[in-house]
């Protein structure tokens, strides 16, 4: 065995630790615990009959094709699916060399950090941001810039200061990573204003918007805003997008979206990393698309999570203590909603003992690429059942109304009247 | 559109190029074209009908599991079945924590990259090696050195003097890259005594020995050698394996396997790429492989490719000039084979007069990670029909004979008794 393996590794690698928050979540697999932690879509919502009807006739009809490889850019017959779901859900124009699927949004993200980050680089991000985003721009060895959010989205003047304050310093960002809609974790949507706002910095700063959209089919209720993407129309957006949450994560199934220059270089980047996309899933899913069962599934899912998401927010109104500074965001869809609690709460305090008492969350600092977010978490609404929904937020309620009296009995807290 | 984008792009980005050897292949698709350029399995190999009944058999009994999302690590059941495959073919004995399944070995590549290369350190490749790997390399930005090959595999004594001179250059390669069986391009195989000896060397200069092992099973005559990791055992050796030649490349299925602490490492930076391999084609082909059909198919595509070869072999034995320097590797398994041509020949030049009279091959050089390899084509025989291999040959010659008649009235050659 190589002697000095730390040292052995790339510099990059050396900064990629085991994840806490991983070692933490297994905590949360005993049965008897019911965890809001996953990201998990609700597994009795897959189509699994549709799938099987669907991929037998692939089979039968161009199966050694489905089998073989296929190109870099991926199955244009899904590539024209995709079109056409844009053309459909936001008014988009796109030819296929605007387009590569890739292994799932993840592999998106993993590209994008590829063609553009070297260790050092400035990348913009929210506080607080999607988990996954912050670790595939580390593993490049990108330098992240947090900009706060608010329940309009990002804050735009917070990010023009943050912009010019980078000038400054002779640092320019190489894109602005947003999730628009329904964010992951805090299940935000950014305005319409702030997009435009968005569109119109990053051109002013000559930098490029990465725009990680998996939820926006998911809107439960209120008017759908415009994908920056569509909004922009001169090239300044890269969109990345997933079947994981509108159809289901198990075929590993994205796309990226973006200037021809960029999906290029993604292409060959990709190349490089597993030569394509695996045949077989994307002619399951072109198919699948092609039969309208798509978009079946997507209104399905959503009559699902719209009423899994109120059972939360009731038994959050029903049963959470009246504490000052506990709140939650009321999301108009996604997957997810934030609680924040009195600042002088810690959710890594608070989550071993929930654990403790059987119900699970994400501790918030997870999401954030400062110190930020200890007196958050994060909670999935799409994974448990409606009855764990229920008793899971009655457990937590009750683990944060007790922790509250120790840390008023301890004298940790100073409450003014 | 953010301006000066060559500029914006990564380092290592700005050095990805269109690949000359993709482009050129272009020119192949033409359907009167018989193409040995390609590395694709037979089409009619493909077990489509297995395929069908244990894909409907596994969405029956798991098919919410098989699409959800699964452990970055690999499907535990899909594991097992490799531990055991391992311990059949080679007498490895491996634990769970020694498997990472990966999207094909091209994700293994990519990986193994990921975690060891900062752009500028040195890495060991034959002279010539597999396109894939030198792109793997080169995304992170590596320096290749090449070792060439006899018929033997990569010359030990040209490794130990290039290691020996690295060393007082004060450089340490991050790994020795081989592809020892039927390796691809050459088809050739590192006879044992060679493997033991690169084993020898890569202890006493301390770095691992990469072993890329697409092929192996794919023997068509002659003795197994034992794997490189096997002759180790002292974890000194990474290997790289898929399902792509011994299954179907469609489902772009792999597994890398290592010391604990190197998967380890692979895993992290895994989970920031894609989070997982498709949990659907897991399932898929672990069940296939615990019905032993993997093994019934690697029995069939051995009859079909062996008979392939032989066609091959004799084609070129009859047909091609009886010219001074023109000879050919006969692979006792694999995909390839490897025709040097004679010194005055250019096997780009040759390539367009090729295509011309509708035959295709690629061209040695892309092999090469120095200028090596001009006089030099890799044929493949796994893709086309029997018929077209004979006919394609006879193309082929046809066109290497000319090409040396025109060569020679040219002056172009000083032809010596």
């Given at each position: 065995?190589?002697?000095?393996?730390?040292r052995v590794?790339?510099?990059?690698?050396?900064?990629?630790?085991?994840?806490?928050?991983r070692?933490?979540l297994?905590?949360?697999?005993r049965?008897?615990?019911i965890?809001f932690a996953?990201?998990?879509?609700?597994?009795?919502?897959?189509?699994?009959?549709?799938?099987?009807?669907?991929t037998?006739?692939?089979?039968?009809?161009?199966?050694a094709?489905a089998?073989?490889?296929?190109p870099?850019?991926?199955?244009p017959?899904?590539?024209?699916?995709?079109?056409a779901?844009?053309?459909?859900?936001?008014?988009?124009?796109?030819?296929?060399?605007?387009?590569?699927?890739?292994?799932a949004?993840?592999?998106g993200?993993?590209?994008?950090?590829?063609?553009f980050i070297?260790r050092?680089?400035p990348v913009v991000?929210?506080l607080?941001?999607?988990v996954g985003?912050?670790?595939a721009f580390r593993?490049?060895?990108?330098?992240?810039?947090g900009?706060?959010?608010d329940?309009?989205?990002?804050?735009?003047?917070?990010?023009?200061?943050?912009?010019?304050?980078?000038?400054k310093?002779?640092?320019k960002?190489?894109?602005?990573?947003?999730?628009?809609d329904?964010q992951?974790p805090?299940?935000?949507?950014?305005?319409?204003e702030?997009?435009?706002?968005?569109i119109?910095l990053?051109r002013?700063?000559?930098v490029?918007v990465l725009?990680?959209s998996?939820y926006k089919e998911?809107r439960?209720?209120?008017e759908a805003v415009?994908?920056i993407?569509?909004?922009?129309g001169d090239?300044q957006v890269i969109?990345?997008?997933?079947?994981s949450k509108?159809?289901?994560?198990?075929m590993?199934?994205?796309?990226?979206?973006?200037p021809?220059?960029?999906?290029?270089?993604?292409?060959?980047a990709k190349?490089?990393?597993?030569l394509?996309?695996p045949?077989?899933t994307?002619?399951i899913?072109?198919?699948?698309?092609?039969?309208?069962?798509?978009?079946?599934?997507?209104d399905s899912?959503?009559?699902?999570y719209?009423?899994?998401r109120?059972v939360?927010?009731?038994?959050?109104d029903?049963?959470?203590p009246?504490?000052?500074?506990?709140?939650?965001?009321k999301?108009?869809?996604?997957?997810f909603?934030?609680?924040?609690l009195?600042r002088?709460?810690?959710?890594e305090?608070?989550?071993f003992e929930a654990?403790?008492?059987?119900?699970?969350f994400?501790?918030?600092?997870?999401f954030y690429?400062?110190d930020?977010?200890r007196s958050t978490?994060r909670l999935?609404f799409s994974?448990p059942?409606k009855?764990?929904i229920v008793e899971?937020?009655k457990?937590?309620?009750k683990v944060?109304?007790?922790?509250?009296k120790?840390?008023k009995?301890s004298?940790d807290?100073?409450?003014?009247?």
């Open positions: 065995m190589v002697s000095d393996l730390d590794f790339s510099k990059n690698a050396q900064g990629m630790k085991k994840s806490v928050i070692e933490l297994k905590l949360t697999r049965p008897e615990v965890s996953g990201g998990l879509p609700d597994l009795s919502a897959f189509p699994v009959e549709e799938v099987a009807d669907v037998l006739d692939v089979l039968r009809r161009d199966g094709t089998l073989q490889y296929s870099t850019e991926g199955d017959r899904l590539k024209e699916e995709l079109i779901h844009h053309e459909r859900e936001d008014g988009i124009t796109l030819s296929p060399e605007n387009v590569l699927i890739t292994v949004s993840q592999q993200l993993d590209l994008v950090a590829k063609i070297d050092g680089d991000v929210g607080p941001t999607y985003g912050l670790g593993a490049y060895g990108a330098r992240m810039y900009v706060p959010l329940e309009q989205g990002m804050k735009m003047d917070s990010l023009e200061r943050k912009l010019d304050k980078l000038k310093e002779g640092k960002p190489k894109f602005i990573y947003v999730v628009p329904f992951n805090a299940g935000i949507t950014m305005s319409e702030r997009r435009k706002k968005l119109e990053a002013c700063h000559d490029f725009e990680d998996p998911l439960y209720e209120g415009k994908s993407f569509s909004l922009d090239g969109g990345l997008h997933t079947f509108i159809l289901f994560p198990g590993r199934l994205g796309w990226v979206i973006g021809e220059a960029v999906i290029q270089k993604l292409t060959i190349q490089s990393t597993d394509c996309t045949a077989f994307q002619a899913v072109a198919e699948f698309a092609a039969r309208g069962l798509l978009q079946k599934n997507i899912v959503k009559e699902i719209r009423e899994k109120q939360m927010l009731d038994a959050l029903e049963h959470m009246k504490l000052k500074g506990l709140r939650w965001t999301p108009q869809g996604g997957l909603l934030w609680v924040t009195p002088y709460m810690d959710s305090e608070l989550f654990v403790e008492h059987n119900v699970a994400v501790i918030g600092t997870a690429c400062d930020g977010g978490m999935n994974f059942t009855e764990d899971g937020v457990r937590l309620a944060i109304e007790e922790h509250d120790e840390k009995t004298g807290v100073v409450v003014t009247p």
